[in-house]
């Protein structure tokens, strides 16, 4: 095994134990937290790390370990959602424009054109200063900014595709058009598909957290990592682990899938 193979392989296993760990918090937090992740006890605030809170408290004597498992699982519930919504409406209409062309393509890519030449972040900050903050409001504004990319990806592929002998031979058997893109094509397209989607869903997360942090995303009692990295920067040098917990639970989902992404 040459050293860079050796490499990708060694970064694959890690990303893979990363995100095993982040996601054994984050279905764990689905079913069971230590604590209610909203009960308030201003006996222990501001706690430091201990036997009874792991993670510590924060300033309302909240269980900052049964936050951070209930704010992982929003925060992947609106990653996923989000590149669900960015991967089915970009795939269709990369689909579209890449297998058909003509004026459909240069309508449809001189809008996607429009929609990425601003910030994704500033243009998702504009949807939801709109339509007002909130967990599916922040779902529905980033789903719609991560439409462009996957249809630019879709769209190059089905370009070199639609030229293969494959779909010549299945439009010789009949095929008809939607058959070939979605049954033909778009089987040919899951490696660039899924290396798009591992890419989304790290730039979801930081998107949802940015957005929450700003105080735009997730509303209490909600928790949200991005919100209690906010929170927390108050109290940065007299409770550090307040801060500490939920920005650690972001870097490791990022690093984790940026290591396996490496691997694709």
């Known amino acids: 095994m040459n050293r860079r193979k050796y490499k990708y392989d060694f970064n694959f296993i890690v990303g893979i134990v990363i995100i095993s760990i982040v996601l054994i918090f984050v279905i764990a937090g689905v ?23 792991p993670f510590g408290t924060d300033n309302f004597g909240r269980d900052i370990l049964s936050r951070v498992m209930s704010g992982a699982k929003t925060t992947f519930f609106v990653a996923i959602s989000t590149v669900v919504i960015g991967a089915v409406a970009g795939t269709f209409i990369g689909a579209l424009t ?24 500033l243009l998702a900050l504009v949807f939801v200063s709109i339509i007002g903050p909130g967990k599916y409001n922040v779902i529905i504004a980033l789903g719609i ?76 009692p909600d928790a949200s990592l991005g919100r209690m990295l906010s929170e927390g920067q108050t109290y940065l040098f007299n409770a550090p682990w307040y801060a500490l917990a939920p920005g650690l639970m972001i870097v490791l989902t990022v690093l984790g899938f940026s290591l396996i992404n490496e691997r694709m």
């Open 31 to 53: 079913f069971y937290t230590p604590y209610d992740p909203n009960k308030m006890d201003g006996a222990v605030k501001n706690l430091a790390p201990n036997l009874a809170h």
């Open 98 to 121: 890449g297998y058909y062309g003509g004026i459909l393509d240069e309508i449809l890519m001189r809008i996607n054109d429009g929609l990425t030449s601003f910030p994704s972040i």
């Open 145 to 220: 900014i991560f439409i462009p990319s996957f249809a630019r990806v879709v769209r190059s592929e089905y370009i070199a595709l639609k030229q293969m002998d494959f779909v010549k031979n299945a439009k010789l058997m009949g095929a008809g058009d939607f058959r070939i893109m979605f049954v033909h094509i778009l089987p040919n397209t899951k490696l660039i598909l899924l290396s798009s989607v591992t890419i989304g869903f790290n730039n979801a997360v930081l998107a949802e957290a940015g957005m929450s942090y700003l105080q735009l995303g997730v509303q209490p």
